[in-house]
């Protein structure tokens, strides 16, 4: 019996009135994939920065076991360094020159970025920089990947390389991953565990697991099933019109 | 294609330059002015053989140099901690945004008289005067972009456990490297323009005191001289600080 590396125990949170989060208790399991669904505005993000220790609920109980990492929504690297120093910054600890190149060359390998090791972020696409934010997280000794709509600033077939890149390099390097997303067809193909929030404040409105071994395709049946399965809480709720995959 | 476009960013402005110096010659032969206040673009050049030959004109402009890299570096120094305290600490901002807004608004030129009376006549005078021209700049400049500097790098940072200081000089300073570049670039030039108008008060020596000096010995030509050489020069530390933002770890912030 493994430790969960993430806890959260009747976690609430506000903005002083606004209300943002409320009750959550969610236990994420160790190697586990969790994508949260929600709708813009719903205290995704908010989540996040409390899952990552940035900010604190405030009430509740946060458990975190291990060290966590983000990936941003865009721009989250650091623009004068070019793709190797962004990678390099989760290696400090590592004294010797020659061992720190040899593993920023390996995450280079791993996003497929060989030749671009030289590169400043805005002479890179937008899939690409996402890439190297995902290597940058995953360069040195982390237990935990957060990822905040990673995806959400890039065109829509770019997304869907994206999440095959996602599902392959998480199988080199294992993390306890938190995904958080406004698309379901994501979530549904990438995560072991979906949990739904409904709007503002953000209760859990519904959660369902996938067992079928990742990397899953997207038009897997079980991943088909989970999206239809997706829809039809979501149309339990009223308003369900941002609910149309892409 | 290339090879013409470099030759017209070339022949162009000298074109120009060389229609105003037709336009001067005329302006000179019709009369208009007394010639003791016009002078002729031959005795201009005849004016930059004088002073090159004497010397003078190199050291008033080591002179003057000296004084704008020494108050320009004063400032710099002191001016960007200053602006980095300022832009992370809300209360510091609050405290002392108002009393730097009114210096920044004061002509350092109605400092002049009280150079003299504290530093006399001299290289300190005009040093103060440069640091004053510099210093407010600087720090509004550094504090509003260190204000500005997207969250997103803080979480990073907290993510990477850096601390305060790794993060002051890893993530802060670069990040505002490039608004940085711009403001020195304009505050350079601000502190060229002040430092001839103090030195033409204040000064026994530098560009500024040359000018008034020809003024006072009514050499209209040396005084021309005098004045294309402070625009030139102008142009030429602008043209070296522009070199900053041919540095990759700045140039990110030119080309969104």
Excluded at chain 1, 76 to 88: D, H, Y
Excluded at chain 2, 38 to 57: D, K, N, S, Y
């Amino acid at each position: 019996m493994t430790v969960s590396p993430l806890q959260l125990r009747h976690v609430s949170h506000s903005f002083g009135t606004l209300e943002v989060l409320r009750d959550l208790s969610i236990e994420v399991l160790h190697g586990e994939f969790m994508a949260i669904v929600g709708p813009s505005g719903c205290g995704k993000t908010t989540l996040l920065n409390l899952l990552s220790g940035f900010d604190h609920p405030t009430s509740g109980y946060i458990e975190r076991k291990g060290k966590s990492r983000m990936v941003h929504q865009q721009d989250g690297l650091f623009p004068w360094q070019t793709v190797s120093e962004n990678i390099a910054l989760g290696l400090r600890h590592v004294k010797s020159e020659q061992e720190r190149r040899r593993q920023v060359q390996e995450l280079v390998s791993l996003i497929r970025l060989e030749g671009f090791e030289n590169s400043y972020p805005h002479q890179l696409s937008g899939g690409m920089r996402q890439r190297v934010e995902l290597a940058r997280a995953l360069a040195g000794p982390s237990d935990i990947l957060l990822l905040d709509e990673p995806f959400s600033s890039l065109d829509y077939l770019t997304r869907l390389r994206m999440r095959q890149e996602v599902a392959r390099i998480l199988q080199e390097r294992p993390r306890t991953v938190v995904l958080v997303t406004h698309d379901i067809e994501e979530a549904a193909q990438l995560a072991d565990r979906v949990i739904g929030l409904g709007e503002r404040p953000a209760q859990i409105r519904y959660e369902l697991g996938l067992t079928t071994p990742r990397p899953r395709d997207p038009t897997h049946p079980e991943v088909v099933q989970a999206i239809r399965q997706i829809l039809a809480e979501l149309d339990v709720e009223s308003d369900s019109g941002e609910y149309t995959t892409a | 294609m290339r090879k013409l476009g470099a030759i017209r960013s070339i022949a162009l402005p000298l074109t120009v330059v060389a229609v105003m110096v037709v336009i001067w010659t005329i302006v000179w032969r019709s009369g208009i002015f007394h010639p003791s206040a016009f002078p002729a673009p031959l005795a201009v050049l005849r004016g930059f053989r004088e002073e090159a030959q004497t010397g003078r004109l190199f050291t008033d402009l080591i002179t003057s140099l000296f004084r704008v890299t020494c108050g320009f570096s004063l400032a710099v120094v002191t001016g960007i901690p200053a602006g980095l305290w300022m832009g992370q600490k809300e209360w510091a901002r609050t405290a002392f945004l108002p009393i730097v807004n009114f210096f920044r608004n004061l002509s350092p030129l109605a400092w002049i008289p009280f150079a003299i009376l504290w530093f006399g006549v001299g290289d300190a005078s005009p040093i103060f005067l440069i640091f004053l021209s510099a210093f407010f700049p600087v720090v509004l400049a550094t504090m509003a972009a260190a204000a500005n500097v997207p969250t997103v790098y803080s979480r990073v940072a907290k993510d990477f456990g850096m601390s305060d200081l790794e993060k002051l000089l890893r993530v802060t300073l670069p990040a505002i490297m490039p608004q940085l570049v711009t403001t020195l670039r304009v505050t350079a030039g601000v502190c060229w323009l002040v430092v001839v108008a103090a030195e033409m008060i204040a000064g026994r020596d530098g560009l500024g005191f040359a000018v008034m000096d020809a003024r006072n010995g009514l050499r209209t030509d040396i005084l021309v001289v005098e004045m294309i050489v402070i625009g030139l020069v102008g142009v030429g530390i602008d043209r070296a600080l522009e070199q900053l933002t041919k540095i990759p770890s700045i140039r990110w912030g030119y080309e969104r």
